[in-house]
């Protein structure tokens, strides 16, 4: 086992793994703010990457899939507990990353409420929309 936490947070969380690179996030939480920042590791700590991006608005975010340098993942307005049903990530949009925060691209689809990006190949990410009007669907 090797600890990935990184410095200055008090949680962390690892959600996929591939050819020496981990996903995931952490969070820093104190009182009633909480800031949940997607995160790159290759195998320590020390690491550690921080791929939350600067968009405005999105203080939240998480890396959740990763493969041959590619991560996926979501930014949200709001923060979400572990394993929410997908219905109630209203405010979310699906990320794609290469290894920085600069590299950050929104892969929201045109027409969708929210979205997130739950794994990838590489080339091709995989994940769900979701659409509030006329009738709440998820696709």
Do not use: C, K
């Not at 086992?1 to 990184?6: F, G, K, Q, T």
């Not at 930014?75 to 572990?82: F, I």
């Not at 049903?85 to 027409?111: K, N």
């Amino acid at each position: 086992m090797v600890d990935l936490h990184p410095a200055g947070y008090n949680f962390s969380y690892a959600m996929g793994v591939h050819n020496g690179q981990q996903v995931g996030f952490a969070e820093q939480q104190s009182y009633f703010v909480t800031a949940s920042h997607a995160m790159l590791w290759y195998g320590s700590a020390a690491s550690a990457i921080d791929l939350h991006p600067a968009i405005a608005g999105y203080a939240y975010s998480r890396a959740m899939g990763v493969h041959d340098g590619e991560q996926v993942g979501y930014t949200s307005q709001l923060a979400y507990p572990v394993g929410e049903a997908a219905g109630y990530h209203t405010l979310s949009r699906a990320m794609r990353w290469s290894g920085t925060a600069a590299s950050a691209v929104d892969l929201h689809p045109v027409g969708f409420d929210a979205s997130e990006a739950l794994a990838t190949n590489g080339l091709q990410q995989g994940g769900w929309g979701y659409r509030a009007l006329p009738t709440p669907t998820t696709h």
